[in-house]
Nanobody, 121 residues
């Protein structure tokens, strides 16, 4: 079994900051890309940012300069530092990881259950 558990969400005023964390645990051989997605009510889930195992990052245009994704490969964790938050950032934030459970075969995507971020104006 593999689990991804997010933490760090909450209620913050516009202009404030939050740091999300996601811990992967279970039967894991290696983790490739890790990322954060979000889904607001009535909208599709969208990519926020992802990071490769080597540390290369990619961000959605609306998050560039405000959000920073990082990871700790030794701890199987990924983080999302969110600064200058806006009301439109309010959503459930989901962690995603491409995980190899064994030394052979391809990686598979796993998701966390999400953490709510609410930004008040």
């Amino acid at each position: 079994q593999v689990q991804l558990v997010e933490s760090g969400g909450g209620l913050v005023q516009a202009g404030g900051s939050l740091r999300l964390s996601c811990a992967a645990s279970g039967s894991i051989f290696s983790i490739n890309d890790m990322g954060w997605y979000r889904q607001a009510p009535g909208k599709q889930r969208e990519l926020v940012a992802f990071i490769t195992r080597g540390g290369s990052t990619n961000y959605a245009d609306s998050e560039k300069g405000r959000f920073t994704i990082s990871r700790d490969n030794a701890k199987n964790m990924v983080y999302l530092q969110m600064n200058s938050l806006k009301p439109e950032d309010s959503a459930v934030y989901y962690c995603n990881a491409q995980i190899m459970r064994w030394s052979w075969g391809a990686s598979s995507p796993f998701w966390g259950r999400g953490t709510q971020v609410t930004v008040s104006s």
